[in-house]
């Protein structure tokens, strides 16, 4: 355990940001299912609908520094080739 003030400080502040970034990968990884799940059942609207949603999740994902801006681009466009193939 720290007994530096400001170590314990980090210790709390590190805490806080691996529950946000934990929380937006979720939001990231529930949006990806659910294009899957659109893919799956080959809907074309649904997928659609659903990646606009994931695009969007992804982005401020991104925005946030959760994750990489190339591992921003590589989820987008694998996500939607895989839409564009069943369309």
Known sequence: MANIKSAKKRI????????????????????VKKVDAAIAQKDAEAAKT???AAIVEISKAGSKGVYHKKTVSRKISRLSKAVNSIA
């Open 12 to 31: 709390l502040v590190n805490e806080t940001k691996a529950a946000r970034n934990k929380a937006i990968k979720s939001k990231v990884k529930t949006a």
């Open 50 to 52: 659903a990646l606009q």
